[in-house]
């Protein structure tokens, strides 16, 4: 048997080791790439609150850059590393901050953002005045390219909508349904992510509450019987309102209800400049 001495020596303890990098190698195909990176990364944040300053959630978040054609990848860990060195407070300079940084540290003209959170109201019920919370879906979504900068904010809105045909051809009431807006807008400056969820809010037949008391459901039921709208009445309340504030300049909004007595969904869409 061969003594351990005797045996090939290792590398040197402490010495480094030169690991190849992949990425940087040249690609023959000659196809650059409009955006790689990483998706679905589950992330802590503190979004800015209009009624206690800060909100503590969770985002999806995804971070992508353009890849010249001469490489073949990126380097996925620098994503992460922008990120976390970032820290976790989210507002509209810090976004930038973030693209410039993704720029700089993979070495890319272009540089794309997506965050998606839930988002938290507390809401008094109409005549108890009972709390509860509410939940909404909120996103932005940035572009870097060069120097340049293109923020976009997304909500999502639950409300209902009461049908004026069936309100108007049924003698014992009206059918209702639960529908979702989707709100995109991009603003001259910020603006809450609480007060575009009020616009959507006062568009609809009545909002939702996550915590009614009998007086509250009487309330809530008889306002939507005497606002009805249809789904195109909804998309058309909503964008009368954008079209109202002096720092919407772009918007995109999509109403879906989903109706309780057919087994199919009503949508309807405006976009600026379509």
């Known amino acids: 048997m061969t003594p351990l001495a005797a045996a090939e020596p290792g590398p040197k303890t402490g010495s480094p080791v030169k690991l190849h990098d992949k990425q940087s190698e040249s690609d023959h195909r000659e196809l ?8 679905g ?43 976390n060195a970032h820290g976790n407070m989210v507002h509209v300079e810090n976004i930038t901050e973030i693209l410039e940084a993704m720029q700089q540290k993979l070495k890319a003209r272009s540089a794309h953002l997506e965050m998606e959170f839930p988002f938290f109201l507390t809401k008094r019920a109409p005549i108890s005045g009972m709390e509860s919370v509410m939940d909404y879906v909120a996103r932005f979504d940035a572009t870097a390219f060069g120097e340049e900068i293109d923020f976009l904010m997304t909500v999502q809105v639950a409300v209902t909508t009461l049908c004026p045909c069936s309100k108007a051809i049924s003698r014992y ?30 568009s609809a037949s009545s909002e939702l509450y996550a915590l009614l008391k009998r007086q509250d459901e009487k309330a809530v ?22 079209k109202e504030h002096p720092l919407v300049t772009w918007y995109k909004v ?8 057919h087994n199919h969904n ?9």
């Open 254 to 261: 999509e109403a879906e209800n989903y109706e309780s007595i």
């Open 173 to 202: 009431g009206a059918h209702n349904q639960r529908g979702t807006v989707t709100v995109q807008i991009r603003s001259r400056e910020a603006i809450w992510i609480e007060d575009l969820i009020a616009l959507v809010e006062a």
């Open 221 to 242: 039921t008889e306002r939507a019987y005497e606002n009805p709208v249809f789904v195109e009445d909804l998309v058309r309340n909503v964008v009368l309102r954008l």
């Open 32 to 39: 650059p790439i409009d955006k790689v990176g990483v998706r």
């Open 41 to 83: 990364v589950r992330f802590p944040i503190q979004i800015r609150d209009k009624a206690h300053a800060i909100q503590n959630t969770v985002a999806t978040i995804g971070m992508f850059v353009d890849l010249p054609k001469e490489f073949k990848g990126t380097h996925m860990s620098r994503f992460i590393e922008v990120l």
């Open 266 to 274: 009503a949508y309807a869409c405006i976009e600026m400049g379509v």
